[in-house]
């Protein structure tokens, strides 16, 4: 199974049908040039893709910005219109109130599969004692999370929120939670290494923001600014494909992850093989 | 008179000729207009409009030619990061496919009927699909 683990749903035509929603999303997330599309076109580009599922990642910031960049009820009405397609997260501000209630009700009713932060965006250290409530209710739930780490494109955030090494007391603290620093941590890649390599509960994706193409960017940074043989003989069981749609195409960033010299067993892994396990559904 | 009329479409991978003579066809007999031209437009700059014969062959030929002549993968001044998109420029083929390829064709209209060859068929070009397309016919006559 090919697993696309980082997808925001900014665009989908079901959940977007108030254009001052849509354009919220675009100021919030610095898309732009981007439109409304229907379920039909994602189900098309993921059979050209060659991918089975995107993991739709919701983003609620409500103290920083008062809006949601889609809700956890909408990441919820996209998986029931297309259960085949989508795998879907929660989010929460860590600053809310309810923020358990939030959470409660999105493991519980909406029956969500993990959680999406952003550091950067939501303006928070990962190690702030407020965060351990959250990280308790993933534990509950069994739950995993998606961190969002390394550069922030957004508007209006700081990229020191996400540094990786800022994670590295939540993983100790909490090695039963899984969790994901997104984007390899770009440009911070050696920091997230370590971590995945050090801690069973890390793992990262590959949405890195790229500046050439995904065969060159991926190429040189998964295969010579990391060592050759780094993640195949080392974190081959920690790195899950992502390509951060809409800002990246999903069938470009697998494009290029398939170009990489990688042993089949990894690119197998590396496609969906680690998703499963960090989400919970295999070994 | 001039008479117009879009259509949508998905394309279904990164190279597609998808045949539209049917849909112009029936749209000159639809206008009414006996003597004229048709136009066949693409709203993108990533696709194109052509003309040739419906061969599986060809459309092999013409997809080879094309990644021969521009390929998917080199290093593209277009594939950087483009801060007023919020994205990577990825599709430099597909912009370099189309100027190639070109946004249109025109046919001329006789008695109420397109003047296409026998060998004439008229393609929606895709270079960077899958997408959600639109193309014009408009018909200018009498």
């Known amino acids: ?283 | 008179m001039i008479k117009m009329k879009e259509n949508k479409i998905i394309t279904q991978s990164e190279f597609q000729l998808l045949p539209v003579t049917q849909e112009v066809r029936d749209f000159v007999t639809e206008s009414g207009i006996k003597n004229g031209v048709v136009f066949v437009i693409t709203s993108h700059t990533t696709s194109g409009i052509t003309v040739n014969e419906n061969l599986d062959c060809l459309y092999v030929d013409i997809e080879e030619m094309l990644e021969r002549l521009i390929a998917t993968n080199y290093p593209y001044a277009h594939s950087h990061f483009l801060p007023t998109y919020g994205a990577t420029g990825g599709n430099a083929p597909g912009h370099l496919k189309s100027m190639l390829c070109g946004n249109h064709c025109v046919f001329p209209i006789k008695d109420g009927v397109i003047q296409c060859g026998f060998a004439q068929d008229i393609y929606f070009a895709e270079f960077d699909g899958p997408q959600m397309r639109k193309y014009f016919i408009q018909i200018q006559g009498e």
Request: charged residues 25%; glycine residues 6%; proline residues 6%.
């Open chain 1, 1 to 283: 199974m090919v697993i696309d683990m980082h997808v925001h749903p900014g665009f989908y035509e079901a959940i977007s049908e108030d254009q001052k929603e849509t354009e919220f999303r675009k100021k919030a997330m610095g898309w732009d040039l981007m439109s409304k599309f229907p379920v039909e076109l994602t189900r098309t580009q993921m059979e050209f893709a060659g991918v089975d599922k995107l993991v739709l990642l919701p983003l609620d910031l409500t103290t920083q910005m008062k809006g949601w960049v889609v809700t956890n009820e909408e990441v919820r009405q996209m998986m029931d219109i297309a259960p085949d397609l989508f795998y879907g997260f929660a989010s929460v501000d860590p600053y809310r109130e309810d923020a358990l209630e939030v959470l409660d009700y999105a493991f519980k009713e909406l029956k969500l599969m993990g959680l999406k932060l952003n550091p950067s965006k939501q303006a928070f250290y990962p190690s702030d004692p407020m965060m351990d409530k959250i990280y308790k209710k993933c534990i509950e739930y069994n739950k995993p999370i998606m961190f969002h780490a390394g550069m922030s494109w957004e508007p209006d955030c700081l990229m020191k929120y996400s540094k990786p090494l800022n994670f590295e007391e939540v993983a100790v603290k909490y090695p039963e939670l899984r969790f994901c620093l997104a984007h390899f941590g770009w440009p911070w890649i050696y920091d997230t290494t370590a971590l995945v390599l050090k801690y069973p509960n890390v793992y990262t994706d590959t949405s890195m923001l790229y500046m050439d193409s995904p065969e060159i960017f991926l190429n040189e940074v998964l295969k010579k600014q990391l060592g050759e043989l780094w993640i195949d003989h080392n974190i081959h069981n920690k790195v899950m494909f992502g390509s951060n749609n809409p800002r990246f195409r999903t069938a470009r960033i697998k494009r290029g992850l398939e170009s990489i010299d990688f042993r089949p067993a990894t690119k197998e892994k590396i496609l969906g093989g680690n998703a499963l396990k960090f989400l919970g559904l295999g070994e």
